[in-house]
């Protein structure tokens, strides 16, 4: 009857473990779906633009969070055909920081050129614009120096590619279709320069997102 009593007890432990494990599988696989699901939705809502791109740089959302993330955009109306507008993007050999652009974004109801020029210089100044912290309880302010509408001898021709009418295009940056971000050292500057080819006058414009950091 021991012997008995014995085995039974043994197997009712051996059916509770096994009951046990089967319980604690299937709630780390609950675990596991819930993860993955809110995994897919940053991956997908919070890395990806609207028209799909995905950054690849997600320290870049760290950067917002400490209040080193910041923007600029102009638009350019009523360009004329065969005409370009320019914008100066520059790191002052002051700052102490380097910037990590992330993006170029260029967005046109026409057919476009797009060139992109390294080390440029002034000849007469345009229109300042005061970058935008992405952070909005954040004070810091850019160090970056950012206008339009002026005159530049353009440095080295970096890119040059081409823009189809009516659609948006990253020229530079953290984004699947380039996958690299571009770094500004102290004292060096961008110009992006658009170029309206089709035949009518067209609204344009230009978008940079980037971060600063201390070196």
Same mark, same amino acid.
């Given at each position: 009857?021991? @012997? ?8 009712k432990e051996?059916?509770?473990?096994? =009951? ?38 997600? =320290? ?14 102009? =638009? ?5 055909? $065969? ?18 652009i992330i ?22 100044? $345009? ?19 950012i206008e339009?509408? @002026? ?13 189809? @009418? ?12 380039? $996958? ?26 230009? =978008? ?8």
């Open positions: 009857m021991i @012997g008995m009593a014995e085995s039974y007890a043994k197997a051996e059916e509770l473990r096994v =009951r046990l494990t089967e319980q604690i599988n299937a709630q780390e696989k609950t675990l596991i779906d819930i993860y993955n699901l809110i995994s897919s939705r940053i991956k997908y809502d919070v890395l990806q633009f609207i028209d799909g791109t995905i950054i690849v740089n997600q =320290r870049f959302f760290k950067k917002i969070f400490e209040g080193y993330g910041y923007s600029i955009s102009h =638009r350019f109306e009523n360009v004329s055909s $065969g005409s370009s507008v320019d914008l100066y993007f520059e790191n002052p050999s002051t700052s102490e920081k380097n910037v990590f993006a170029v974004e260029i967005v046109t109801f026409a057919q476009a050129w797009i060139d992109i020029y390294r080390n440029n210089s002034i000849t007469a100044s $345009g229109t300042s614009i005061t970058p935008l912290n992405l952070n909005m309880s954040s004070s810091n302010t850019s160090v970056s120096y339009y509408g @002026g005159t530049y001898s353009t440095g080295e021709l970096a890119l040059n590619t081409v823009c189809p @009418g009516g659609s948006r295009i990253r020229a530079v940056g953290g984004v699947s279709e380039v $996958g690299e971000s571009v770094i500004i050292n102290p004292g060096s500057n961008i110009l992006v320069r658009v170029t309206n080819k089709s035949a009518d006058s067209q609204d344009m414009s230009i =978008r940079i997102i980037w971060w600063e950091e201390s070196i």
